[in-house]
């Protein structure tokens, strides 16, 4: 083999590892997002029960609503309003089911992830229209997760991508006048 088809057969290899890893991932927080949602039901349909714990809790002094608040990301107040009228069950429930909703978002952005590795271990080249739509599917999921933590790191992120995205359309139209070529 020459030194060309052997840096092709490290980048298959990674892109294996890297398919398995990203698969063993994306199972991984499938299951966890399911699990957190449940319990965040759970947390809402046992409210009475729970928030009359919190509150003997917090009576007895065992924490503070301060405590509480500190462990979530309080989004304009609304926790600290929450928490202040009583709703300390339905405050958490929210909150996990929220994280649960981002761990699915999560795991879609890894399935086409880790699509695009399929695609570079199974292809002769990774400039193929297969590759590049899972590509540009990931791209965008993840310009608009980068886009909810600021408008400025979203586009930033979006940019690059674009950039990334273009420089595999334009390795598409390369692969396809070579393969009419020959």
């Not at 503070?64 to 928490?83: A, K, Q, R």
């Not at 978002?105 to 080249?125: A, P």
Request: aromatic share 8%.
């Amino acid at each position: 083999m020459n030194g060309n088809s052997v840096k092709i057969e490290e980048i298959k290899k990674s892109s294996r590892v890297a398919l398995n890893v990203t698969n063993i991932v994306k199972t991984i927080s499938a299951v966890c997002a399911g699990m957190i949602i449940v319990a965040g039901c759970i947390m809402i349909g046992l409210r009475g029960v729970v928030n009359h714990g919190f509150i003997v809790a917090m009576e007895n002094g065992i924490f503070t609503p301060e405590d509480l608040e500190s462990m979530l990301v309080d989004y304009n107040g609304i926790v600290e309003h929450l928490i202040e009228d009583g709703n300390i069950a339905e405050t958490i429930g929210l909150y996990l089911i929220t994280t649960g909703v981002t761990l699915i978002f999560v795991t879609i952005v890894l399935h086409f992830v880790s699509r695009v590795f399929r695609g570079f271990m199974e292809s002769y080249s990774p400039f193929q229209a297969g590759v590049l739509k899972n590509l540009k599917i990931a791209f965008v999921l993840i310009t608009l997760a980068a886009l909810t933590s600021g408008i400025g790191i979203g586009l930033v992120i979006g940019f690059a991508a674009w950039c990334v995205l273009n420089i595999f359309e334009y390795g598409c139209e390369l692969q396809k006048l070579s393969d009419e070529t020959l």
